[in-house]
């Protein structure tokens, strides 16, 4: 091989549709990202990154898989509020042996956020989530990035994937920097937000 570490593929892709039919304001796809999605949002993130790094909406644990057997020294903790889904993203990482890396928390992002910021944990150095948020309510979407800015450390990197430009100016007001990079290898195609506190 080329040196790398061979990751098996997550399984659940029907899991996952099901999980999209049963709730699609969690769920925001009908198929976990695809390869070219997920190289795209664990770029920023260092091989050598010994911090944490937190991943919300992680689904099937596609994006987690990856970003574990990447980032070997980094502490990565995982929160997906659809039980099943957590418990799909658990079985994938033990299919790759990962599990005893990544801590998965099954409940919401802003309950697990909002509890970090109360007991005073350091803010993390990346947040990378898969929420959708072209499926929250207005008020939800300023909570939710309001909440990921406050726990993010400054100069800290929030990455966002969404299918459509939107939310894009929301993010744009709360954090200094903003870039967008489309990735029309996805299914669908995708917008990758990189946003700098």
């Not at 198929?31 to 911090?51: D, E, F, K």
């Not at 008020?139 to 450390?153: N, V």
């Amino acid at each position: 091989m080329n040196g790398k570490t061979a990751v098996p593929r997550p399984i659940g892709g029907l899991q996952f549709l099901w999980a999209y039919l049963l709730n699609h304001k969690q769920t925001g796809s009908v198929v976990p990202s695809g390869r070219a999605l997920v190289a795209r949002m664990i770029r920023p993130v260092p091989q050598n990154y010994s911090g944490e790094i937190i991943e919300l909406g992680p689904g099937n644990g596609t994006l987690t898989v990856r970003l574990a057997a990447k980032c070997p020294n980094a502490r990565i903790v995982a929160c997906e509020i659809n039980p099943a889904l957590a418990r799909r993203t658990r079985t994938n990482l033990a299919a790759a042996g990962l599990e005893h890396r990544v801590e998965v928390i099954s409940d919401s992002a802003q309950n697990l956020l909002n509890d970090r910021i109360r007991r005073g944990v350091p803010p993390a150095d990346f947040i990378i989530s898969g929420i959708p948020l072209a499926n929250l309510t207005r008020p939800d979407t300023f909570e939710l990035i309001d909440t990921i800015h406050g726990a993010l450390r400054k100069r800290g990197m929030y990455i966002q994937f969404q299918y459509a430009l939107v939310d894009r100016e929301k993010i744009k007001a709360k954090f200094w920097r903003l870039r967008t990079v489309p990735v029309l290898l996805n299914i669908p195609p995708a917008l990758v937000y990189y946003a700098w506190k």
